[in-house]
């Protein structure tokens, strides 16, 4: 039998390769295999972890194969010899000694059928010890009773044995369903490193849909607080024939050498790879005579090959929101599911792999990740798939690499996304709207998860794009690359992590300096978080920025912003007046905690009359609070009754609109009405495309054209007009 033993940390793992045998390689399926297994183990007499490898790995946990061992220990105690089974001078009963051998070879391949088989045995024998006429003979029997009882103690003391008692019942000899029951493995290909449940928990099934080829699955299992995510990956439903292939293309690809600039584009690298995969798929087709499809097979090829394996699969799923894995690698990945909320799933991932992972984000990112630099954020992206990415190592996790990632939606988000999901009402979608052209200095301030960054690209859509973007950001995770394709004049600059600096890379501060040389532009900061906040408070308080300037920031409140931005990153109070509105959005949880949705709950204005606490003094003045009755933002008396400094601001710049709120008003109701119309529209439609960022845009552009176009026709842009000439647009392009 080829096996082999290796240390891995302080676990001893038995590996054996099962590759040609004449049996299936997996316990629960073959007697077999599980004698294989255990006479091996009997050499060995101490394991931690079982390892079968064939086309498919199986990885047996340390409870699974503890349970293997103490059978292996034990076998010599099950063996009897003919002399204890039949005592001198006893002339009956040789079959008894028969049944003892067996039950001996049984318990190496069947031991729950040599329990049940020496069970009805000891029933049989009892009844007929109780028939026996000659005293002799009922001693030996009830000799041979005490034999069999001896050998059910053996048994019952067995791990195994303890955990199928209640499934026995009507239990049939060599069926092996109890077996799966028990010994659930974890499973992969041979050609990628993830390991993974392939075995449904037990439990009720809550949805099931496809991730690409992948089928997935969420199951609520008895007594859980969390929901099972269960993902069958296409790697793990190939035939023997495309797995051969699999493995004799990534064979062939050992030999290939990227260019220089695929080196460089990640992309590149992974559309290099799938085109040659692909024409040795279909060159295989065509030498075997068999249709096989390809980019299925091409796509495996690339994941297991230049990408992240399955990795890639959950971030493909658009309900996927956050994906943890943490060390040591002994539990699964969790991940926060949109629909299911928080989920532990049915992957393992190995130490092979996290540091194929950690390798490749180095490369990619150009940072280090290494015991001197034991933090590095980072971005993974390919396709439409983007994703922010915390990695851990030693010293800073002293178990090992660990990983945070954070799944950006594919597209922008936009305000009618956001009313559509509930996350805004359509009049917060309309007073954003009316900010942001109105240049206003915004920060979006929340919790970790609340939906910042989702905010500000949402902000970044209603940017004209006749105006000019720079963006800035230490970890890229602004779709950018969306924007141009829409045709912003949009710059991104990426600066220095304030967590772990790379000497390359400029520092925060000094990007937003040099922003004010690349001339007029909207300010966009992915995060305000360290010493870039004083560079940034002194372009706007000179006015070095005629347009919109937004950002996030860490707070859950407009205090808790001051306190941030005042006491924690050192700027002025007097500085700190050069904010306009802080939008807060915040996880609202259930009254049970098992639920949670993310909600914009203030709208709040910065007044410039404080001298040095501006909650004491009343610099911040809600316009719009969270109502948690109504599950809804809703405006408060100062913005109803035209008391905003802000809007007013604002209004003093626009000859129609000073003095006279109700024109201002009706402005930023003509665009909550707009916003709530696309929503109206998407859903009787079956168009949920008329919300993404393309038509939003688009939409945008459209109201500001007519605005201006009723304006000069009728000396003011009224609302009414302006909405029926939207509307009709939107009939003719719907």
């Known amino acids: 039998m080829d096996y082999r033993t290796r240390q891995v940390g302080d676990k001893k793992v038995l590996e054996m390769n099962l590759t040609g045998k004449p049996f299936p390689p997996a316990i629960e399926e073959s007697e077999a295999c599980m004698e294989q297994v255990i006479l091996a183990i009997r050499k060995l007499r101490k394991l931690d972890l079982l390892v079968l490898i064939e086309r498919r790995i199986r990885e047996y946990d340390e409870r699974q194969t503890g349970m293997l061992v103490e059978l292996a220990n034990s076998i010599d105690s099950l063996k009897l010899s003919a002399e204890e089974v039949r005592p001198s001078g006893c002339t009956i009963g040789e079959e008894w000694v028969e049944f003892a051998q067996m039950i001996s070879r049984t318990a190496i391949r069947d031991p729950i059928g040599a329990y049940v088989e020496l069970k009805r045995e000891k029933r049989w024998q009892e009844i007929e010890a109780g028939r026996e006429v000659y005293s002799n003979y009922r001693k030996w029997r009830f000799h041979y009773v005490k034999i069999l009882t001896g050998l059910i103690e053996t048994f019952e003391s067995l791990q195994l044995i303890k955990l199928v008692q209640p499934l026995l019942e009507g239990y049939k000899i060599g069926d092996r369903t109890v077996y799966r029951r028990i010994f659930r493995p974890s499973v992969r290909p041979n050609f990628t490193f993830t390991k993974l449940m392939a075995q449904y928990p037990a439990g009720e099934e809550i949805d099931s849909y496809k991730v690409g080829e992948a089928d997935v699955t969420i199951i609520r299992k008895p007594e859980g607080v969390r929901l099972f995510y269960h993902i069958l990956p296409p790697e793990f439903k190939l035939s023997e024939i495309e797995y051969s292939i699999i493995e004799k293309i990534k064979e062939g690809l050992i030999a290939y050498k990227p260019k220089t600039d695929e080196m460089v584009d990640p992309q590149a690298i992974r559309d290099a790879i799938y085109n040659i995969a692909a024409d040795m798929i279909e060159e295989e087709a065509h030498n075997r005579r068999i249709k096989l499809d390809k980019k299925k097979l091409a796509d495996i090829i690339t994941r297991e090959t230049v990408g992240f394996g399955v990795l890639e699969l959950l971030l493909m799923d658009a309900h996927i929101q956050d994906i943890t894995i943490n060390a040591p690698l002994v539990n699964p990945v969790f991940v926060y599911h949109a629909d299911a909320e928080d989920c532990e799933t049915n992957i393992f991932p190995t130490y092979e792999e996290t540091q194929s992972w950690a390798a490749r984000l180095r490369l990619q990112s150009g940072r280090p990740l290494d015991e001197s630099n034991p933090v590095l954020d980072t971005h993974i992206e390919f396709g439409q798939v983007r994703a922010r990415v915390a990695a851990i190592t030693k010293s800073l996790s002293p178990f090992g690499l660990s990983f945070a990632i954070r799944r950006h939606r594919a597209k922008p988000w936009t305000l009618p996304l956001f009313i559509k999901h509930g996350m805004m009402s359509p009049l917060a979608a309309g007073l954003i709207s009316f900010f942001v052209d109105g240049s206003r200095t915004m920060l979006v301030a929340g919790t970790r998860g609340a939906g910042k960054t989702s905010v500000l690209q949402s902000l970044m859509t209603e940017i004209m794009r006749r105006y000019r973007i720079i963006t800035i950001e230490d970890t890229l995770e602004l779709p950018v690359r969306h924007f141009m394709e829409l045709g ?247």
């Open 488 to 734: 912003y004049n949009i710059q991104p600059m990426k600066v220095r992590s304030p967590i772990v600096g790379v000497e390359s890379e400029l520092d925060a501060a000094a990007g937003i300096r040099t922003s004010l040389r690349l001339g007029d532009s909207a300010l966009i900061i992915g995060e305000v978080r360290s010493k870039e906040a004083i560079a940034l408070y002194e372009a706007m308080r000179v006015g070095a920025l005629a347009n919109v300037v937004a950002g996030t920031i860490h707070g859950d409140s407009p205090y808790g912003v001051f306190d941030r931005v005042v006491n924690d990153l050192g700027i002025p109070r007097t500085s700190f007046k050069a904010t306009d509105i802080i939008l807060v959005a915040n996880p609202i949880k259930t009254a049970d905690g098992l639920h949670k949705a993310r909600r914009l709950v203030q709208i709040t204005e910065v007044r410039k009359h404080w001298e040095d606490d501006p909650l004491r003094e009343h610099g911040f003045v809600d316009l719009m609070k969270y109502n948690a009755k109504t599950d809804r933002i809703e405006p408060t008396k100062v913005l109803l009754d035209g008391e905003s400094e802000v809007i007013n601001s604002i209004a003093g710049r626009v000859r129609a609109w000073v003095g006279n709120f109700d024109e201002v008003w009706d402005n930023i109701e003509l665009r909550a009405k707009i916003k709530q119309r696309l929503v109206e529209v998407a859903d009787s439609t079956g168009k949920p495309e008329l919300l993404e960022a393309g038509f939003v845009v688009q939409s945008n552009d459209i109201f500001h054209m007519i605005s201006d176009s009723v304006s000069q026709e009728l000396g003011a842009a009224d609302a009414k007009e302006v909405y029926v000439r939207w509307e009709r647009w939107l009939g003719k392009n719907i």
